[in-house]
Structure formats: C-alpha cells, structure tokens
C-alpha cells in the first residue's frame, strides 16, 4: 500500500531552520499539505498544495517539492513551534493519506 | 465563523455500540465533505473516510471498511461515525474535519475521545 514516510523525530535550536520531509511515490503527481499538532489539541494546517500558506500562518513556515520528496521548512525556529507535524496527500485511488508524523523539538 | 462540534468522551466496554456526532455550522453543510480521522495515543494521524453531504456517498479507507459506518443528517448539519462492536483497540481519539477542494483540511473538530476498556 502507498505510504508517506517522514523522519520519527528533528532538533533544532532556537533560532535556526528546521526541515522536515516526506517521501512518497506518488507526490509528483498529487499535492501535499502540512499540519501542526501540539499537545492535546487537534491538528492546525500550517502548508497546503505543497508550498501555499494559510492567512494567520507566521512566514516562517514554507513548503516545497522535488520529485518524490516534499519539505517543511521552519525558518528561525522559536520555542512555540515544537510539536508534531504530519504531511498528508492522495494516493491513484483517491484515498487520503497521512505520514507517520515527525516530533519536533526545540533545544 | 465555521465551526465542528463533536460530541464529547465517551467510555464504553468491549462489545458495546456507539455513535458520536459532528455539527457543522458557520457554513453551508452540503458544500463541503466530511473527514474522520483516528488517532490511537501517543501515535500519528490515520484517515478513516470522507462523507459527502449533499448526496450521504461515501469513500472509506481500506483500513476502516467494515469496521466503522459513517453517516450524515443534512436536516441537522450533522456527520456521524459508528461502530456496532467496539474492541479495545478502537480507543482513540476521533476527529472530524472539514474538507477543502483541494484535498486538503481546513478546519478540525476537537476530537471525541473513545475509551474502550472492560
């Protein structure tokens, strides 16, 4: 079955840039979209159609596409940030699709 | 303002039937489709299906076929998931979702927390 894969976990600093990717075959061909999970609250979309983002998103967020992989990237990561992030798109049958989701921390 | 109100917690032993809800308002229900999504503690996020209001069609994800039912009463601008034998594994938290054209969701409900336990 199709799958989108992402790294389990990513560190950052205060300050600097955070990359989070997600690979899957079918991503030249389908948008994805990324979503912000913190604790005990429901998932917030922070990028869709791979690198659009939603009015009230900070600017710090931007996504992009090459090939199979798309990138969430953090620029001057600040402390608020750390949380899940879950890449999500469309497999050939249309059935929607998560990744396994990628804990990030602020150091 | 377009909001999702599920139903709250529930507790519920092995075997047992339940539905929770999903009220839509801020928004013209039938316009957009309905997402369910599980997510078990501590673990990530899985699709389970989309609903279309305006005509109750229905695309499970493989995973969920026959295992859930969902439902919608556009009367009452209302989506529904359903389970006819819970099992402990089911214990999660369940969250609706607005979709978007572009396949993607735009607003989330709080979640509906599921315990199933004897």
């Known amino acids: 079955s199709y799958e989108l894969t992402q790294p389990p976990s990513v560190s950052v600093s205060p300050g600097q840039t955070a990359r989070i990717t997600c690979s899957g075959d079918a991503l030249p061909k389908q948008y994805a979209h990324w979503y912000q999970q913190k604790p005990g609250q429901a998932p917030v979309v922070v990028i869709y159609?791979?690198?659009e983002r939603p009015s009230g998103i900070p600017e710090r967020f931007s996504g992009s596409s090459s090939g199979t992989t798309v990138t969430l990237t953090i620029s001057g990561v600040q402390a608020e940030d750390e949380a899940d992030y879950h890449c999500q798109s469309v497999d050939s049958s249309g059935t929607w699709i998560f990744g396994g989701g990628t804990k990030m921390t602020v150091l | 303002e377009v909001q999702l109100v599920q139903s709250g917690a529930e507790v519920k032993k092995p075997g047992e039937s339940l539905k929770i809800s999903c009220k839509g308002s801020g928004y013209s229900f039938t316009s957009f489709c309905i997402g369910w999504v599980r997510q078990m503690p501590g673990k990530g996020l899985e699709w389970m299906g989309i609903i279309y209001p305006s005509d109750s069609g229905i695309k499970y994800s493989p995973s969920f076929q026959d295992q859930v039912t969902m439902s919608v009463d556009k009367s009452v601008s209302t989506a529904y998931l359903q389970w006819s034998s819970l099992k402990a594994s089911d214990t999660a938290m369940y969250y609706c979702?607005?979709?978007?054209?572009?396949?993607?969701?735009?607003?989330w409900g709080r979640g509906t927390l599921v315990t199933v336990s004897p």
């Open positions: 979702a607005r979709l978007t054209g572009y396949d993607y969701v735009e607003y």
């Open positions: 159609k791979d690198s």
